[in-house]
Structures are given as C-alpha cells and as structure tokens.
C-alpha cells in the first residue's frame, strides 16, 4: 500500500483525526476534489467508508427500501468502496445544455444559481481529464471526426430536430488511476474502511464541529476540520444530512424541507415502432451507431423545447430484424443444451429458417465488409429528463444498519411533467421523421399507466441536496455550500437543481474542480 492510505480498523490511527479540509467519499465527486485540493493546500483528508474491493458487509450498509415506482437496487446500482460507483460506471459523457441552466417554472424545473459560461472552462477540463474530446460542442465536426457524413444528420434538414452526441470516456475506473498518484502526495492522507455517521454542528447550528464515524469493527473516529465536505452519493449525502438532527431538528440544511426531495434519473421507455423507408438515416440507427463507436440520439433545439414546454427528450432506434419468438430460437440454437435427437433443437432450427431473410439482414450489421441493411422495423426507445418532484424523495426509516444508523429508503416517483413530455416528446419527433420521408410509425397510445409500467432509470442520482440562491428552494448555495452552514459543502450531482439529458458524471468532475476553487478561496478569506 502506498504512504498516505491508513485502515481506520487498525491502530495507525487515533480518535481523532485533523484536517484542514474533510472530504467523505471517494468516488467521481470526492477523488476529484481531493486530487485538486492537495495540488494547492496541506492537511487533507480523505476518507473512504470501504477498501479497494467490493465487501459484502460495507456494501450491504447501502440497502434500503423501495417505497414507489420500481427502481434498481440500492445496494448494486451505487458501489461503496474506493473509486465509488466509477467502478462499474459506463462512461458515457456529455456537457449540460445551455437549457439546462435556465428556469422553466412551468414544467418546475429551477434556474441554477451559476451560469453555463462560468462552468464551461471546468467541464472542458473534466473531459480532458476524462480522455473524450472538446468536440461534444459540435456535433457535425465530432461525426467528421469518425470519418461519417455530417449530411445525415436531421439537424440541417428539419426545424426542431437536433442531434445530440454521448461519447465514452478512455480513462473510467477512477479509482484504480487515482491511487498512486495520491497515495504520493505529502499533502493528503486517505483513511479507508471509516463510514460518516453523523455530521455535528456547533450548538447555534452555524458550522460543524466535527463528523462522527465508525468502522465496521467498532471503532468510533471524530474528524475535526475547517471545512467539512460531503461527497457520498445522493442517497448517502440526503441521509447524512437528514439523520444529524440532535441541533437542527429537521435535519442539516432542511429548513424548506427540501433534503432528500427531487430525487430523479434519466427515465426511459420502449414504446411504438417506426416502419424505415430506404431514406432512413442510418446515422440514427442504434446499432449502426454502435459499431461506428458513436452514441448519437435525436432530440429537438432548446427553441422548440422552450416554445412546446417540453423536458429534454431523445430518441434511440432500435433495429429489430425478426419476431422475438425467432430471437429465442436463435438464443436457444446458439447457447441452449441439447440432447442428441431432441426435438426441440428442430423446432428452434425450422422457426428459424421461416425468417431467414430476417436472421441474415441481422447477421450482415456484424460485417462490416457487407452492406449495413434496414431492419423490418424500429422499437423506439424514448429517454427523458426527469422533472424535479418534492414527492420523488428519500425517506428515513426506522430500521438500523450495521453501524446503527437509520436506513434510507426511496421513494422513486414520476409526475404529469414526465408523462407529457414523453407522449408530445413521441408525438412531435415521429411527425418529423414521417414528414422528412423516413418511414412512418406504429403508434402506441402514451398514457400515465403504460409510462408507470415500463418506466426505468439509469442509474443517475440527482437532485436531492439541490443548489439554489436561497434556503427557501434549495439546500447548497451555487458554491455547493449548505445555506447557513459556514464550513459544510457538497460535492456531486445531488447539488444539481435540474437533470438535463446528459450523463452526470462528467459533470459532477467539472464541478468538482470548480469546488476545489472555491474551497482554496474559502480558506484564504
Ligand atoms: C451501471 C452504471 C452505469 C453508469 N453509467 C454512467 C454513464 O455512462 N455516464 C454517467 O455519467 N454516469 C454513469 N453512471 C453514474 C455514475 O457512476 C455516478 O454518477 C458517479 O459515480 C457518482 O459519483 P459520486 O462521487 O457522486 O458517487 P460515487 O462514485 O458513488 O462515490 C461515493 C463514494 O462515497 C463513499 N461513501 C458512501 N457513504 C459513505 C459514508 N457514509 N462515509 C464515507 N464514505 C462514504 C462510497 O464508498 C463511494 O466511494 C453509472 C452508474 C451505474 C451504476
């Protein structure tokens, strides 16, 4: 192990630990944080509730409870060891939109306290950091870049669409490229296997005193520092918040209520196919794209967003070349175990051969020497920012973890917001693409029930210690520090007021160096 990593279960460590600044978490926010800070001051800290590796019983201290919508599991779809969810994260990055930041207080999405100008510098650098290109900016020159024509983009050819591009991040496990590096740094010291339990503010409420932790073999620690930083996910930040309730009784910066509420994901549903003409761009294809290294989705210009009231909505399309009772036979000839002589192997390998044509078109997209063929239809897959609700939430329980601590449990909800913009969402961009000429679409009816029952996320927690410019509507202020708290801030997305469309991981790293800058500064005042 290198210098500067210390298990809290041994006896390298005492009571208590000093710093100058505290950072719980060490994930995409906190990693962030704590490479930039010890770049500039001494005496950091931080401090990691798991090891190197996933551990049964630190993550098992994530279960919760689903009390709404069916969501994934709390324990799997967030990683408590060093490195965080990063460990298994996908990659896929883009830069919010210049809409993102904007009020719409009709659909109840909030203004962000900063300006998409002021954080462009710090996302540009959190690309770089990343591996991915500045070219996100520019969908047309990043698809040149790939050696694709720009031509087929709807961009140029339609009023209200506009095509948005994800690319996947070269460097993802941050946690495996940041250890070295700070495990050498003389100016930081990271203690693993040490779990946050309560956060302590001074009697009048104005500034932490010091954070309570735990090890899971029973030692308690108190961290004392000048400033306290908490970036432990958004479940895990809202919990801590909202158990340290012995000074405020409502829990730490939930004077409004809002600690917890306006938890949301990127939502998505499968619904309705569209029928391609031979003018289908196959730029919008999912697994053309895919075989090209491209992420590319269809969705409309911030104008016409603005003007029909929408969320951010996008399109994938989804080739299907066959009947799904024709994938089975297909899965169950490729990986099925047959007996000699069962007659099941021939009624798989007759059904498949009623839809040769089909099972070859699919075969030929995995060749790239044969041209790439249209497939019968499209399934449409339709992805959604997700509304701030103040009934989408954490909710407190009275059960108790291994350390003693309540648990949390969520309460994922979806509001009238979320239903129309994926119905009107459907409703515009197939009326488009007909009109365009590049095929036409079977319908499916967009109702709440049909939303309810086939709606998931995407593993993207925000929203629930949201930023804004006073207590009444917000927990941090657009310095990510809790209002009326002098010395506590946050890192991650659950500061961000509004999902977007984009993943929020590169995000949360932009923000993060901008934090940094904004401690550094804290500290000289
Ligand atoms: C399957 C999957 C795919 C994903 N794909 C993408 C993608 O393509 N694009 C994208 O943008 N995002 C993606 N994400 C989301 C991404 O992983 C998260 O946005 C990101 O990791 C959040 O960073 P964070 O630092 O806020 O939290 P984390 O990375 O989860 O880090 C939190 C850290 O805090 C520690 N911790 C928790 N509680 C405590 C405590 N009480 N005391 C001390 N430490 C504590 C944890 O152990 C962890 O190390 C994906 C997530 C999953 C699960």
């Given at each position: 192990m290198a210098a500067g990593y210390i298990d809290a279960r041994g006896s390298e460590v005492g009571e208590e630990i000093e710093a100058s600044v505290a950072i719980f978490g060490a994930g995409a926010a906190g990693l962030t944080l704590a490479r930039e800070l010890s770049r500039k001051i001494g005496g950091v800290a931080l401090i990691e509730a798991g090891g190197f590796d996933l551990e049964g019983e630190t993550q098992s201290l994530y279960f919760g409870n689903q009390l709404g919508l069916p969501y994934y599991n709390l324990a799997a779809c967030r990683l408590r060891y060093f490195g965080g969810t990063t460990n298994h994260w996908s990659g896929f990055c883009r830069a919010n939109d210049a809409i993102d930041y904007e009020g719409r207080p009709v659909l109840g999405l909030p203004k962000w306290p900063v300006t998409p100008q002021e954080v462009e510098p710090y996302i540009r650098s959190a690309a770089e950091s990343l591996g991915i290109s500045g070219d996100f900016f520019d969908v047309g020159l990043f698809v040149e870049s790939l050696g694709?024509?720009?031509?087929?983009?709807a961009d140029g050819r339609s009023e209200v669409l506009e095509t948005k591009v994800f690319q996947v991040a070269r460097d993802i496990r941050l946690g495996k490229i940041y250890r070295e590096p700070l495990g050498s740094t003389g100016n930081l010291t990271v203690y693993h296997h040490?779990?946050?339990?309560h956060v302590r503010l001074a009697a009048d409420g104005s500034r932490v005193e010091a954070v309570d932790c735990a090890t899971l073999t029973g030692r308690k620690i108190r961290v004392k520092a000048k400033i306290t930083v908490l970036c432990c996910h958004a479940i895990e930040n809202a919990r801590l918040l909202l158990v340290s309730n012995d000074v405020m009784n409502v829990g730490i910066g939930n004077e409004s209520g809002c600690v917890g509420r306006y938890f949301m994901d990127h939502t998505h549903i499968f619904a309705s196919r569209f029928i391609p003409s031979p003018t289908f761009p196959l730029i919008y294809d999912k697994r053309f794209t895919e075989r090209n290294n491209l992420n590319l989705n269809v969705g409309f210009k911030d104008d016409f967003l603005r003007k029909e009231n929408l969320l951010q909505y996008y399109c994938r399309f989804n080739p299907v070349y066959f009947d799904e009772d024709i994938g089975e036979s297909v899965r169950n000839i490729r990986y099925g175990l047959f007996e000699p002589g069962d007659v099941r192997f021939l009624k798989d390998v007759a059904n498949v051969l009623s839809d040769i044509h089909g099972v070859a078109a699919q075969a030929a997209t995995y060749q790239d020497m044969l041209p790439y063929p249209l497939p019968r239809y499209y399934k449409l897959e339709h992805r959604l920012e997700q509304a701030p609700n103040p009934h989408s939430r954490i909710v407190i329980s009275d059960r108790k973890d291994a350390l003693g601590s309540a648990i949390a449990d969520l309460d994922w909800q979806i509001n009238e917001h979320d239903i129309d913009s994926f119905r009107r969402g459907q409703e515009y961009l197939v009326n488009e693409f007909s009109a365009l000429g590049y095929g036409r679409a079977e319908i499916e009816e967009i109702t709440p029930e049909l939303v309810k029952s086939r709606v998931s996320g995407h593993y993207h927690h925000i929203g629930t210690t949201r930023m804004s410019d006073t207590p009444a509507d917000g927990v941090v202020n657009g310095d990510c520090r809790v209002h009326n708290v002098a010395n506590l801030y946050i890192g991650g997305?659950?500061?961000?007021?509004t999902a977007g469309y984009s993943g929020p991981t590169m995000m949360i790293i932009g923000f993060s160096l901008r934090l940094a800058d904004r401690i550094v500064a804290d500290l000289q005042a």
């Amino acid at each position: 192990m290198a210098a500067g990593y210390i298990d809290a279960r041994g006896s390298e460590v005492g009571e208590e630990i000093e710093a100058s600044v505290a950072i719980f978490g060490a994930g995409a926010a906190g990693l962030t944080l704590a490479r930039e800070l010890s770049r500039k001051i001494g005496g950091v800290a931080l401090i990691e509730a798991g090891g190197f590796d996933l551990e049964g019983e630190t993550q098992s201290l994530y279960f919760g409870n689903q009390l709404g919508l069916p969501y994934y599991n709390l324990a799997a779809c967030r990683l408590r060891y060093f490195g965080g969810t990063t460990n298994h994260w996908s990659g896929f990055c883009r830069a919010n939109d210049a809409i993102d930041y904007e009020g719409r207080p009709v659909l109840g999405l909030p203004k962000w306290p900063v300006t998409p100008q002021e954080v462009e510098p710090y996302i540009r650098s959190a690309a770089e950091s990343l591996g991915i290109s500045g070219d996100f900016f520019d969908v047309g020159l990043f698809v040149e870049s790939l050696g694709l024509s720009s031509d087929e983009l709807a961009d140029g050819r339609s009023e209200v669409l506009e095509t948005k591009v994800f690319q996947v991040a070269r460097d993802i496990r941050l946690g495996k490229i940041y250890r070295e590096p700070l495990g050498s740094t003389g100016n930081l010291t990271v203690y693993h296997h040490l779990n946050a339990v309560h956060v302590r503010l001074a009697a009048d409420g104005s500034r932490v005193e010091a954070v309570d932790c735990a090890t899971l073999t029973g030692r308690k620690i108190r961290v004392k520092a000048k400033i306290t930083v908490l970036c432990c996910h958004a479940i895990e930040n809202a919990r801590l918040l909202l158990v340290s309730n012995d000074v405020m009784n409502v829990g730490i910066g939930n004077e409004s209520g809002c600690v917890g509420r306006y938890f949301m994901d990127h939502t998505h549903i499968f619904a309705s196919r569209f029928i391609p003409s031979p003018t289908f761009p196959l730029i919008y294809d999912k697994r053309f794209t895919e075989r090209n290294n491209l992420n590319l989705n269809v969705g409309f210009k911030d104008d016409f967003l603005r003007k029909e009231n929408l969320l951010q909505y996008y399109c994938r399309f989804n080739p299907v070349y066959f009947d799904e009772d024709i994938g089975e036979s297909v899965r169950n000839i490729r990986y099925g175990l047959f007996e000699p002589g069962d007659v099941r192997f021939l009624k798989d390998v007759a059904n498949v051969l009623s839809d040769i044509h089909g099972v070859a078109a699919q075969a030929a997209t995995y060749q790239d020497m044969l041209p790439y063929p249209l497939p019968r239809y499209y399934k449409l897959e339709h992805r959604l920012e997700q509304a701030p609700n103040p009934h989408s939430r954490i909710v407190i329980s009275d059960r108790k973890d291994a350390l003693g601590s309540a648990i949390a449990d969520l309460d994922w909800q979806i509001n009238e917001h979320d239903i129309d913009s994926f119905r009107r969402g459907q409703e515009y961009l197939v009326n488009e693409f007909s009109a365009l000429g590049y095929g036409r679409a079977e319908i499916e009816e967009i109702t709440p029930e049909l939303v309810k029952s086939r709606v998931s996320g995407h593993y993207h927690h925000i929203g629930t210690t949201r930023m804004s410019d006073t207590p009444a509507d917000g927990v941090v202020n657009g310095d990510c520090r809790v209002h009326n708290v002098a010395n506590l801030y946050i890192g991650g997305s659950s500061t961000f007021p509004t999902a977007g469309y984009s993943g929020p991981t590169m995000m949360i790293i932009g923000f993060s160096l901008r934090l940094a800058d904004r401690i550094v500064a804290d500290l000289q005042a």
